[in-house]
């Protein structure tokens, strides 16, 4: 079984700040995967970044990066100068690599963004 | 290609009628799986399949009911709506093979149940 503890419920920055959203996770696999998705007010949900267990780099992609540390069991997500239009529900999900369909979602992390 | 699609978007219900929520996906994706949003709560998988004729139960699949004739389909039904069942319903689907094992969702159907 696995579990994923977002102990941020809300975060208010202004806009053009760094802000690092929390990610610990628990899981008894071996290997797995790491997701972060975003859930904008409209609603939908919005696949962010897939990282694979055994790959312990970090990645940048624009404004966004991800710090996976797996000795701490930690997936933390942070937006550099941030924009009204990060303000969202951000989501973590561990997940299984094999055959499992199952992702493990936290309660999320909201982020409003303010001029 | 549209991803997955969920119709409807949004669905009043009475207590005690059923229904069935339909999602479909044009990414010849093996696996496909619906999550109900509750506030506060995250997304708590119902049921799921890993194939066309294979259905297996999530966390909370009381109360639904699901099939999946085809590798397109996976529709959820609510054989007898309830109050408790007022969600936000997402279906989801991802391939077997590497590079296509991410788990994309679709719009999400918001459902009340008076």
């Known amino acids: 079984a696995q579990k994923v503890t977002q102990a941020q419920t809300e975060i208010s920055v202004v806009e053009k700040e760094d802000v690092t959203l929390d990610c610990v996770y628990e899981?008894?696999?071996?290997?797995?995967?790491l997701f972060w998705y975003k859930q904008p007010p409209s609603g939908e949900l919005v696949f962010l970044i897939r990282?694979?267990?055994?790959?312990?780099q970090n990645e940048i992609s624009g404004r966004y990066s991800w710090n996976f540390q797996k000795s701490t069991s930690s997936f933390n997500f942070t937006i550099t100068a941030s924009q009204v239009v990060d303000s969202a529900v951000y989501f973590c999900?561990?997940?299984?690599?094999?055959?499992?369909?199952?992702?493990?979602f936290g309660t999320g992390t909201q982020l409003k963004v303010e001029l | 290609n549209a991803g997955v699609t969920q119709t409807p978007k949004f669905q009043v219900l009475k207590t005690g009628q059923s229904m069935t929520l339909q999602c479909a996906q044009d990414?010849?994706?093996?696996?496909m799986s619906w999550y109900r949003q509750d506030p506060g709560m995250g997304l708590r998988l119902i049921h799921y399949?890993?194939?066309?004729?294979?259905?297996d139960q999530g966390e909370v699949p009381n109360g639904y009911n699901v099939s999946r004739s085809t590798t397109e389909d996976f529709p959820l039904r609510l054989l007898s709506a309830a109050p408790s069942q007022t969600s936000v319903y997402f279906c989801?689907?991802?391939?077997?093979?590497?590079?296509?094992?991410?788990?994309?969702f679709g719009p999400g159907t918001r459902l009340t149940v008076l």
């Open positions: 899981t008894r696999d071996t290997t797995y995967y």
């Open positions: 990414m010849n994706h093996e696996y």
């Open positions: 990282r694979n267990s055994f790959d312990e």
């Open positions: 989801a689907s991802r391939g077997l093979a590497q590079g296509t094992d991410t788990q994309y």
């Open positions: 399949s890993v194939g066309a004729g294979i259905t």
């Open positions: 999900a561990p997940g299984p690599t094999g055959g499992g369909n199952k992702l493990t």
